[in-house]
């Protein structure tokens, strides 16, 4: 396969020490790191229809060694993550190599995952309930009054059972200090959860940042909209700064960290040090 | 340096939900979903997505304990088991097999569980079984 030469290439010309890919584990497919140690697994690499979101595994491989060099497997929000996290500094443009793939539909999701494919969408929960807003996507914002849909998007938000799971699969949430587990703003082992504060908090970071992969409302258990809720708020980034999160190497126009950031180790290693 | 990951299947409840180990260098360093897992399709609970927490904690226990004189003793396998099967002995002989009670949990398999059961009927000789998945 075309891939697995590419990528054999690039371990040989010495340009990455590891590769992001899939491959094949009982029946799943699975993100996998293949390494030149092991170039004969290099045969079972495999483009997954089941998005992960390698760029983050590389954010965790280059918090362990800032300087290891990267290949990914790529489709057009994975580029656009990339992308971000460059802008943001948590990954080293000149350290990862790409090998594009073509954006296809998932069996989570039978249409194509990219944005620029696929229009609005309201929530799967929506959808099954017979409320759609999917004929006309812009018809949740702009049909229905304010009172409308002020109690929908209550309603959305009071079916969340606080996973942070849209926060965790995030491919763009990085902070080493997140406000979501800010003792003071959301209490920690309460359900339900602060509705609107916790949405209206992520959905407030997401913008200029949120890159629209999608992989958010694919983790929700309680099928919120989260996609939906966070092309709203970049609709307003983008009418207002004319900015695209993603879309090439240009800053957020919410930058306010300077050049020097540094990657701190999650607190679990501490942990671990101090064992003993 | 290493990475791959581990298919698994959560241990906190019954539910079965498929989870993946991210494994850096031998290490587990988080927990993700498995999207093509069928019971869970993608998506954890709050407990789930933290399982690698409790792996690696300096507070897990890594051998038996066996209560002496009001503290905890680190103690062989051998030695818990002997222990643990000479009082329920004593307790069944001396209170009957009615004053034991078996608490199984959602952590062990299937198996383990009906192991359990088997256990607490036939060897011990009592109804008393239940299991934290009903709690």
Redesign the interface.
């Known amino acids: 396969m075309d891939i697995i030469n590419q990528v054999e290439q690039l371990f040989i010309q010495n340009k990455i ?2 590769f ?1 890919g899939y491959k094949e ?9 293949f ?1 030149p140690d092991n170039l004969d697994e290099l045969k079972e690499l495999k483009v997954s229809e ?3 979101s390698l760029e983050k ?1 590389a954010t ?2 280059s918090e ?2 800032p300087d ?1 060099k990267i290949g990914i497997i790529a489709r057009d929000c994975n580029q656009r993550a990339l992308n971000l996290l460059y802008t943001w500094k948590q990954l080293k443009p000149e350290n990862i190599e790409i090998v594009n793939v073509n954006c296809c539909p ?3 999701k039978p249409h194509p995952d990219c944005s620029y494919l696929e229009p609005k969408q309201s929530g799967e929960f929506k959808k099954e309930h017979g409320i759609d807003y999917n004929a006309e996507p812009d018809s949740l914002m702009e049909t229905f009054n304010n009172n409308e849909r002020f109690s929908r998007w209550m309603y959305e938000f009071n079916k969340c ?5 849209c926060r ?2 995030c491919p763009v949430c990085f902070c080493t200090e997140c406000s979501l587990e800010h003792a003071s703003l959301i209490e920690p082992g309460t359900l339900p959860a602060e509705v609107p504060i916790f949405h209206l908090v992520r959905a407030t970071h997401m913008a200029g940042r949120c890159i629209d992969c999608g992989l958010c409302e ?4 309680s099928h919120i909209p989260l996609r939906l809720l966070y092309r709203e708020v970049n609709d307003i980034v983008s009418d207002v700064f004319d900015y695209k999160p993603g879309e090439g190497m240009e800053k957020s126009p919410f930058t306010i960290i300077g050049d020097d950031v540094v990657l701190e180790p999650k607190p ?1 290693d501490f ?2 040090q ?2 003993k | ?5 581990v ?1 698994a299947v959560c241990s906190y409840c019954g539910t079965g939900c ?1 989870i ?1 180990f ?1 494994v ?2 031998g290490k587990i ?2 927990t ?6 069928p019971v ?7 407990k ?2 933290n399982l690698h ?1 409790y792996i ?3 507070m897990r226990l890594k051998t038996p304990l066996i209560k002496e004189d009001g503290t905890f003793q680190k103690a062989t396998w051998d030695e818990a088991i002997n222990h643990t099967a000479t009082e329920l002995n004593r307790i069944k002989q001396r209170f009957g097999p009615d004053s034991i009670g078996v608490l199984v949990s959602a952590k062990i398999t299937n198996e383990e569980n009906y192991l359990a059961q088997k256990f607490t009927r036939a060897v011990i000789g009592t109804n008393n079984v239940d299991h934290c998945a009903r709690l």
């Open positions: 020490d590891i992001l584990l009982d029946g799943h497919l699975i993100p996998h790191g390494t089941n998005r992960y595994i965790h491989l362990k060694d290891l998932s069996p989570l059972i606080k996973c942070y799971g965790n699969i694919e983790a929700c258990p679990m942990q671990i101090g064992e | 340096m290493g990475c791959k990951f298919p498929g993946l991210e850096i260098d360093n988080s993700i979903p498995l999207k093509s897992h869970n399709q993608g998506k954890l609970c709050i789930g997505w927490e690696n904690s300096y």
